[in-house]
Structure formats: C-alpha cells, structure tokens
C-alpha cells in the first residue's frame, strides 16, 4: 500500500521569506513523487515530479522538492515567497505496481503582506 | 489545446434527478480519471479509463455511472444522489498513465439538495 503524509495543514508566512511544505510517504516498493498547487476554484496543476535520477526537482516559478529516499520524504521549498503563492498544495505518490496518485491531505499556504 | 474542459461548472440536483458531467480533452491523453474532491479534503479517486476501457472503479456506488464514449470524452452519470455526495468532481487526464503529469479540469461543483 502506498500512502502520503502532509505534517502541516496550514503554513502562514509573511511575503519574501523562505518556506518548507513537508511531505513523507510511505511505499513498499519504488515510488514516483508529486507536487499539484491548487488555486482558489480551480483544479490541480502539477508544480513538479520526481520519478528518478537527480533527487533535487525545481519548478518554473522557483520552488524545489528534494526526494530522501531514507527519511522517506519529499518536502517542497522555496527561498522568497509571493502573494501569488497562495494555494493549496498537495503532495501525491505512486508506486509503481499501482495506476493512479494517491494524495496527502493538503497545506495550505497563506502568504502575507 | 493544453486543457481539460469540464460543464457544467455548477450543478443543482435534487435526489430523484438525473444528471451528468461532462469532460473533454483534445491532447491524445489515452488516460482519463474522475476525482471527488470534499472541501479542504484531497482528491479521492473514483475512475479511470485507460484506453477507453474502465481500468480502475473505487468502489464507487452504483448511483455513479461512468462513461467513455472515445479517447476525447468522459461523462459521470447521476442518479438518485445523496446530500452527501455534493462535492467538487474533477476530470483529469493524462498521456500514458499517472506517473505522466496528470492534466486537471476547474471540476463540476456539485450541490445535491
């Protein structure tokens, strides 16, 4: 069985400063790990994935995840935040014996002014 | 065509009503998948459609009935509807299976009075 853990459920911060999301999931076999943002009525959009090679990902719009294949986490950073960052994430697994993502619960970034 | 088009995006029913959803991608995405989102939950996955061909059913009550009449379409049949279903219902789709980036539609808001 394959499930995903999200430690925090909401993470306030105030614009321009550094923000970690975490994430741990647990597999019993090889997994491929997600990132999806969700928007205020919107569906999800996929930030960034690991599925091998360079345990560090980065998105486009300047967050990063770093798969620890030890501390069987897959926590999502990034170093200045915006006002636009505001959003649900969700971190997701799947294993590769299984078809489809499962999802943890979310957090909820709330950047301020 | 990068999107996955979903209506309506607000539905009203009553329990005895019959209703569908309707999804759309113009990709060549050969996987298809339809979530149930509650508010502040994750998305639950309730189908896929790999190839046209049901591959996954959540166990999913039978007043949920789904559809893939090609490679581009997906509906979600309702029938005789709880209160409790009311949700958000996301069509996703993506081009091999899940470990490619899943491609979500804004969902179907869905009230069951």
């Known amino acids: 069985a394959q499930s995903v853990t999200q430690l925090d459920s909401q993470v306030p911060v105030f614009e321009e400063a550094p923000v970690e999301l975490r994430c741990n999931y647990s597999?019993?076999?090889?997994?491929?790990l997600f990132w999806y943002v969700q928007y205020p009525n919107q569906g999800l959009q996929l930030l960034l994935k690991y599925l091998s090679g360079s345990t560090l990902v980065e998105s486009i719009n300047g967050f990063e995840a770093e798969f620890n294949k030890s501390q069987t986490s897959f926590h999502l950073r990034k170093p200045s935040v915006h006002i636009s960052d505001t959003a649900e994430y969700f971190c997701a697994v799947i294993n590769t014996g299984r078809r489809a993502l499962t999802f943890g619960s979310g957090t909820r970034l709330q950047v301020q002014p | 065509d990068t999107e996955v088009t979903q209506t309506p995006k607000h539905l009203v029913m009553g329990m005895t009503n019959k209703k569908s959803l309707k999804c759309e991608q113009h990709?060549?995405?050969?996987?298809m998948y339809w979530y149930k989102q509650k508010a502040k939950k994750p998305p639950e996955l309730m189908f896929v459609y790999s190839y046209e061909k049901l591959s996954i059913n959540e166990s999913v009550p039978s007043r949920f009935s789904p559809e893939c009449p090609n490679s581009s379409l997906l509906n979600l049949h309702l029938h005789a509807l709880q209160p409790e279903d009311s949700a958000l219902y996301l069509c996703a789709s993506s081009q091999m299976g899940p470990n490619e980036k899943l491609f979500f539609g804004s969902g179907t808001q869905l009230s069951v009075l």
């Open positions: 597999s019993s076999v090889s997994v491929y």
């Open positions: 990709m060549g995405h050969r996987a």
